[in-house]
């Protein structure tokens, strides 16, 4: 069993639309928690970043953590076609450590226009 | 502060050949990793420096891999006798160490063996 799990999709939804991106880990240790956007081809791109459990909201985006469920989720709000995308989660235990991230699959989204 | 840079984004070698790739990461920061993604799969750790420092490396690198950092800016990854299976996107990333350990990534280098 992989540490993090993540629904490769694809995903595809009507511009507009609210998206729902989530993964799962089963490390209780991991604290800080990550979500990235890659386009084809191109190296990863930071788009939200939380620590422990909570929530966190940046324009459209809106990351939430449940550690109690090993859960996280990336909302996005008003989806665009530019926000197709591979979505990755990312995860690694508290400071101290290497920092070493562990990620997810990734989950393909298509917005169509 | 231009991010983090690839050098080179694409090389297409031949099994058995040599190949060496650089990264510079993000100025201030004292960490530096390199990662390998697969198509469909999330990138996975091979290894990190905390400034000229190899810290730790993944069973993942093996004995054809090798990563120097050795005034602690710029990062070289060579891979000896290149393999199909070595065929991948390789990717570095910088941080500042404590703090979250926020990594930002480089465009990538992406290899083909032949």
């Known amino acids: 069993q992989k540490e993090v799990e993540q629904d490769p999709g694809p995903l595809s939804v009507p511009e507009g639309a609210i998206v729902s991106l989530n993964c799962t880990y089963s490390?209780?240790?991991?604290?800080?928690f990550m979500w990235y956007r890659q386009y084809s081809r191109k190296g990863p791109e930071l788009l939200m970043y939380t620590y422990s459990s909570g929530n966190k909201e940046d324009g459209r985006f809106t990351a939430q953590v449940d550690k109690s469920s090993k859960y996280i989720s990336l909302f996005i709000r008003d989806s665009q076609p530019s926000d197709s995308a591979t979505y990755l989660c990312a995860m690694s235990p508290g400071s101290g450590n290497t920092g070493k991230l562990i990620f997810g699959q990734g989950t393909t989204l298509q917005v169509k226009p | 502060d231009t991010g983090v840079s690839q050098d080179p984004r694409h090389k297409i070698t031949k099994r058995g050949q040599n190949v060496t790739f650089r990264c510079d990461p993000i100025s201030e920061h004292n960490r530096l990793y390199w990662y390998r993604q697969t198509l469909g799969q999330g990138p996975e750790f091979l290894t990190y420096?905390?400034?000229?420092?190899?810290?730790?490396k993944s069973r993942l690198l093996s004995d054809r891999f090798s990563a120097e950092r050795p005034k602690g800016s710029f990062s070289t990854l060579e891979i000896q006798r290149t393999e199909q299976g070595d065929s991948a996107m390789y990717l570095c990333?910088?941080?500042?160490?404590?703090?979250?350990?926020?990594?930002?990534f480089g465009a990538g280098t992406r290899l083909s063996v032949l």
């Open positions: 490390n209780s240790a991991f604290q800080y």
């Open positions: 420096f905390q400034n000229e420092a190899q810290l730790e």
């Open positions: 990333a910088s941080s500042l160490a404590g703090g979250g350990n926020i990594q930002y």
